[in-house]
Nanobody
């Protein structure tokens, strides 16, 4: 299983970016999908998550600017980020809880991270 994150880059404050993360390989079922971020010198924090049924949860400080969504058929999760601020600068990581076979237990898989840099 691989999770490939993309969409990061350099953007000015107030701008927008859309991150994507596609899971590939032998996958039977994906339950929740997540976005985390890690700023330089800081711990990795949860940004948002979305369940298989579409229920979403956000970090309190980000709700209203960031929107998580998923395309179940494509095993892909998205993060739309609007009105970006310099403090949003971080490496953004995706994660998926999934099973590879019908009787497997769920395991967490991480993507490689994509860098988002917001200039002031």
């Amino acid at each position: 299983v691989q999770l490939q994150a993309s969409g990061g880059g350099l953007v000015q404050a107030g701008g927008s970016l859309r991150l994507s993360c596609a899971a590939s390989g032998t996958i039977f079922s994906i339950s929740a999908m997540y976005w985390y971020r890690q700023a330089p010198g800081k711990q990795r924090d949860l940004v948002a998550d979305i369940t298989s049924g579409g229920t979403t949860t956000y970090a309190t400080t980000l709700k209203g600017r960031f929107t998580i969504s998923r395309d179940t058929a494509k095993n892909t999760v998205y993060l739309q980020m609007n009105n970006l601020r310099p403090e949003d600068t971080a490496v953004y990581y995706c994660k998926a809880d999934l099973t590879q076979y019908s009787k497997d237990r769920y395991r967490s898989y991480w993507g490689q991270g994509t860098l988002v840099t917001v200039s002031s």
